[in-house]
């Protein structure tokens, strides 16, 4: 557009000084006609980047989600392509399902195992208190006999021989007794824990049930968002593992970003129009909105490091700022790169000059300059 106004200035200098010589072509006058495009058209392009400023730094990206598998497995099936467009919830791959089930039916059965043992274990309480009940009473006759030979003994009637015999009788007893009891305690403290109404032991493997049963459930892997499967490379019987990607998803919502130097975002908001361009779409102009202004950059960030902060010696002095744009137009490949040119004023007239050149800009892309 400036090329076509300097153009357009030139014939009018030739038609007014050479061609009909209205005006004296002296040095006065070639000092005034250099001088006005050289401030004319700096005054243009200072007024442009001010309240129109652009970018050629304009980039398309998708966020992403790696796939991978919960459990360790073979494939047992895909049920995606490659560019395919799956849905949230759509089934992209089965691992052979077997080893779990098998791990299940495993686990159920040491469940009903254990619930047998606590069964068990309470008839063996009811023995032991049997048991116990009978070495008491004889515990209570022993002790009776005790009494009786000491008082033999003490009368000089008796013999001390089988008052010891008694006492020992006695001790024995009451071991045998407190064995029992610690028997029977440590039995029921055993059986009688309990964790969410099951015994800890039947517990411990309700758990180990419930995450086989989990694992088995992994091992049909669903989509968690609308996206696009982009490189596939998973095929039936290859071995996926916890931690590795097997698959990527591109989701749908395009994200277009474009950089500014810090002191051309003064007037732009939110909300600014712009007009956009891309390499992919040649000769095509998308019109948008500015999002959001990203007012962080990496610059201003220090990270934790046994070393001192040191000053940046790039050339650039003036770190950029991203701007987020929108645009329900546009429909561009991921990665794509462009042009952008952002209106933050209402002088409408102004625009013209922006727009011719974001326009010239767009059809310059349908030219591919390369040597072969």
Do not use: C
């Amino acid at each position: 557009m400036l090329d076509l106004i300097l153009i357009v200035y030139g014939l009018i200098v030739w038609l007014v000084f050479i061609k009909f010589k209205l005006l004296a072509w002296n040095t006065t006058s070639k000092i005034i006609v250099f001088l006005i495009p050289v401030i004319g058209v700096t005054g243009v392009i200072l007024t442009m980047n001010a309240i129109m400023p652009s970018s050629d730094d304009v980039r398309v990206y998708n966020k992403t989600v790696q796939i991978k598998a919960n459990v360790r497995g073979r494939v047992d099936e895909v049920f995606v392509k490659e560019n395919s467009r799956i849905a949230k919830g759509d089934t992209l791959f089965t691992i052979e399902q077997a080893p779990f089930k098998a791990q299940i039916e495993g686990i159920k059965a040491s469940i009903e195992k254990a619930r047998a043992s606590v069964s068990v274990q309470y008839r063996n309480v009811d023995a032991i208190r049997a048991n116990r009940k009978a070495v008491e009473a004889q515990l209570e006759l022993a002790r009776t006999r005790q009494a009786q030979f000491q008082e033999l003994v003490d009368a000089n009637a008796g013999n001390r021989f089988d008052l010891e015999q008694a006492q020992n009788n006695v001790k024995q007893l009451e071991a045998q007794l407190m064995q029992l009891k610690a028997q029977e305690a440590s039995i029921l403290a055993t059986i009688k824990a309990e964790y969410n109404g099951e015994q800890v032991s039947v517990a411990e493997l309700v758990a180990r049930l419930e995450r086989a049963e989990w694992d088995l459930e992994q091992t049909v892997v669903k989509a968690p968002i609308d996206a696009t499967v982009v490189n596939l490379q998973l095929r039936k019987g290859a071995m996926a593992l916890p931690l590795a990607d097997l698959m990527t998803l591109v989701e749908g919502r395009q994200n277009i970003i474009a950089s500014f130097d810090q002191n051309e975002l003064h007037k732009m908001e939110e909300g600014n129009e712009v007009d956009l361009t891309f390499a992919s779409k040649p000769g095509v102009i998308y019109n948008g909105k500015v999002e959001s202004i990203v007012w962080a950059s990496s610059r201003g960030q220090l990270l934790p490091s046994g070393m001192l902060p040191t000053i940046d010696q790039g050339v650039q002095k003036r770190g950029k700022y991203l701007v987020k744009l929108v645009s329900e137009e546009a429909d561009i490949p991921m990665g794509a790169n462009g042009s952008v040119a952002v209106y933050t004023s209402q002088t409408q007239p102004f625009y013209i000059i922006r727009k011719v050149m974001i326009r010239i800009s767009a059809k310059v892309n349908y030219l591919i300059l390369k040597a072969h």
